[in-house]
């Protein structure tokens, strides 16, 4: 069937012009719509970025001051860099030192442990064996006495009986750290005391155990193991007194 418009020709004009303009207002409000999504988008990305860039910045300035604080500390410490370098270069001689050094405090320790009541001692002069820094740690046996010995010369007063003197010279020879005790002089003196005395002279060899008292110097946290290690200062005392 035909369909017939009975409308006037004015009406129908109005009308199909009409449905255009509609359509193109309504594409129109849904690109500005569109448009206003957009925006808001873009400017949530920005207000993002922008905090994102801020707590950057903020954490670039906290490492710029780390960096600015621990160059200061290296600048500081710049003096000592080589200081291990040195330490280890020195060690050896230290340690050599070390070894081959005579104790003088145990030597007069064990000393004041042995002279006999009848005797009494006016001088001492002793020299010991000059160190040697190239002597081995740990030697063997035949080499553990450092050579040539040092020397050492008491002058002293005894009782008036020449086995005082022996006494005194047999107390010598069996401290550890004199060796070949021998008598120089001896003469019985009846002038300078209020009763006869005998004043003499015992010269003897100072020995020196290479590595006796320890190989090498301790440094830092070993000193503080060594003395955990440490026996009680009795068992050390010990040590100064004569080898039966």
């Not at 873009?42 to 910045?57: D, F, P, V």
């Not at 300035?61 to 500390?73: F, G, K, P």
């Not at 003096?79 to 070390?98: E, N, S, T, W």
């Not at 022996?166 to 107390?171: E, G, L, P, Q």
């Amino acid at each position: 069937m035909r369909r017939i418009n009975l409308l006037p020709p004015e009406e129908r004009r109005r009308r199909g012009a009409a449905v255009p303009t509609a359509t193109r207002g309504g594409i129109l409000g849904i690109l500005l719509i569109l448009g206003a999504l957009l925006l808001l988008v873009m400017i949530g990305l920005y207000l993002y970025y922008y905090i994102q860039l801020g707590n950057e910045e903020e954490q670039i300035a906290q490492l710029d001051q780390d960096i600015a604080r621990e160059q200061a500390r290296i600048q500081e410490l710049a003096p000592y860099q080589d200081l291990q370098a040195r330490l280890d270069a020195k060690k050896p001689i230290a340690d050599g030192i070390f070894r081959t050094r005579f104790p003088w405090d145990e030597f007069l320790r064990g000393l004041s442990f042995v002279i006999p009541e009848s005797t009494a001692l006016d001088s001492l002069v002793a020299q010991a064996t000059p160190i040697n820094i190239q002597a081995p740690a740990g030697g063997a046996p035949e080499v553990q006495n450092l050579e040539p010995p040092g020397t050492v010369t008491f002058t002293g007063v005894a009782l008036p009986d020449y086995q005082n003197v022996s006494d005194f010279i047999v107390r010598m020879n069996n401290l550890r750290f004199l060796a070949n005790a021998d008598l120089t002089s001896a003469e019985l003196d009846r002038e300078s005391f209020a009763r006869p005395a005998i004043n003499f002279e015992v010269g003897a060899e100072l020995v020196t155990r290479i590595g006796e008292n320890g190989d090498e110097v301790l440094i830092g946290e070993e000193e503080d193991g060594a003395d955990e290690g440490a026996g009680p200062p009795g068992d050390q005392a010990s040590r100064a007194g004569v080898e039966r």
